[in-house]
């Protein structure tokens, strides 16, 4: 039996949370004289209930994928004007035309009430290795959504640490923080300061710190400030473990303390990039603002003692993977995709490795597709990134597969 995929439309189905239902389409006006309806969104959920995770897909294995962030409540959003003008120019690779539309939208008034534009934005920087720029986005993006923007995946940009040697053995001017640092602890803190006045230098060893609390955070930050505001002599070392212990407060959103501590270490070893991360988090999670980047003094050294190996994100074995632009004669990808439809029941494929797709090739790839629902199957498609979306939406490929966007693209309309 040939299955048709006219019989049944969308808005007869019911919304699956996270997939980015497409805008109803016209029949008869082309798309250059359509008028497109602005985007509503509804307004979020509070802060702390941002993140909605799903595990429909059985076939990946205990995989989440995440929802777009924006409640619509199952109401089909149109694509913005400026959405599919930046889509069409990337797609014809003018990235910098696309760059030029969104960076200008996104500093209307109206730039509050759709958030696919900012992260086809975000995107754009990502794709052209700006990454001051892309922070400068992410600062405009929590004032204005009230939370987390999209991750920065490239490599990071961080000022390198000034060279330092190891702690030596046990000189006179060392000294070991041990155990528990709480508000006990003013007397550890005490001898730090006298070995600065006698010896004028000092090597401390943090690494033996065994756990810490709010008042514990306290005393160090202060300490650690005036000694880089001062230019002290110091020499810290140990740092993994201090800032393993500081990791653990912050991921369970404890006090303000641990994470002005944390972001006081990332200063001392000269860690921007990790540093204005975390303040975007402290800013979203405690609705406070977060402390201003201050270079360290020349005379203030520290030792970075994390383990700065990287780990592969292993690909599960039953998703399709394509990787990089998606141009022109793209037949070798279509023989590889059939060979994976014919093995699995389930098609699912990752789009993170994708960076762009261009007009020739959504032409192919709808006809793949549209085969693919005369069979019975639809394919649900990873991780798309925002531009890639638009494209899809503006040629009408999003009424033949489901999209779900990165796992950090969780932000909600501003309440």
């Known amino acids: 039996m040939v299955f048709s995929f006219f019989k049944k439309g969308k808005a007869d189905e019911p919304t699956r949370a996270g997939e980015v239902m497409p805008?109803?389409?016209?029949a008869a006006p082309p798309a250059a004289a359509r008028a497109v309806a602005p985007t509503t969104i509804m307004k979020g959920e509070p802060i702390d209930q941002l993140t909605t995770m799903i595990g429909d897909l059985?076939?990946?294995?205990?995989m989440l994928v995440e929802e777009s962030g924006f409640d619509d409540s199952g109401v089909a959003r149109a694509l913005s004007p400026v959405a599919e003008e930046a889509a069409i120019y990337f797609a014809n690779n003018k990235p910098?035309?696309?760059?030029?539309?969104?960076?200008?939208?996104?500093?209307?008034?109206?730039?509050?009430?759709?958030?696919?534009?900012?992260?086809?934005?975000?995107?754009?920087?990502?794709?052209?290795?700006?990454?001051?720029?892309?922070?400068?986005?992410?600062?405009?993006f929590v004032e204005v959504f009230l939370c987390s923007p999209p991750l920065w995946r490239g490599k990071k940009l961080a000022k390198a640490a000034p060279a330092a040697a190891p702690v030596a053995n046990k000189a006179s001017n060392y000294l070991a923080l041990t155990g528990v640092m709480s508000v006990d602890s003013k007397p550890q803190i005490e001898q730090m300061r006298q070995i600065l006045e006698t010896q004028g230098e000092l090597q401390l060893d943090v690494s033996k710190i065994q756990a810490l609390e709010s008042s514990g955070s306290a005393l160090l930050l202060q300490t650690f400030q005036k000694f880089r505001r001062s230019g002290s002599k110091v020499q810290l070392g140990g740092t993994g473990n201090l800032i393993g212990l500081l990791k653990k407060h912050v991921q369970d959103a404890g006090a303000a303390e641990h994470w002005l501590l944390l972001m006081e270490i990332y200063q001392l070893l000269g860690r921007e990039a990790d540093f204005e991360e975390l303040a975007i988090e402290y800013a979203v999670t405690l609705e406070v603002s977060p402390p201003s980047w201050e270079a360290a003094a020349t005379r203030m050294t520290a030792v970075d003692s994390e383990p700065a190996a990287?780990?592969?994100?292993?690909k599960p074995a039953d998703v399709f993977h394509p990787q990089g632009e998606i141009t022109g004669n793209i037949q070798p990808i279509l023989q590889a995709f059939r060979a994976y439809v014919e093995a699995h029941p389930q098609v699912v494929v990752d789009m993170q490795d994708v960076t762009r797709v261009d007009f020739v090739s959504v032409g192919d790839l709808m006809n793949e597709l549209m085969n693919l629902m005369a069979n019975g199957k639809q394919a649900d498609l990873l991780n798309v990134n925002e531009l890639i979306i638009a494209l899809f939406q503006t040629m009408g490929l999003d009424d033949f597969v489901t999209m779900h966007r990165a796992k950090d693209r969780t932000a909600r309309a501003k309440k």
Do not use: N
Request: proline residues 8%; contains cysteine.
């Open 23 to 26: 805008a109803p389409k016209p």
């Open 310 to 314: 990287e780990t592969v994100e292993e």
């Open 58 to 62: 059985p076939s990946l294995g205990g």
């Open 96 to 140: 910098l035309d696309a760059i030029r539309v969104l960076s200008e939208w996104v500093k209307q008034p109206q730039a509050r009430d759709d958030v696919q534009p900012w992260y086809m934005l975000f995107d754009l920087y990502q794709l052209s290795a700006m990454q001051q720029a892309f922070d400068e986005l992410c600062i405009h």
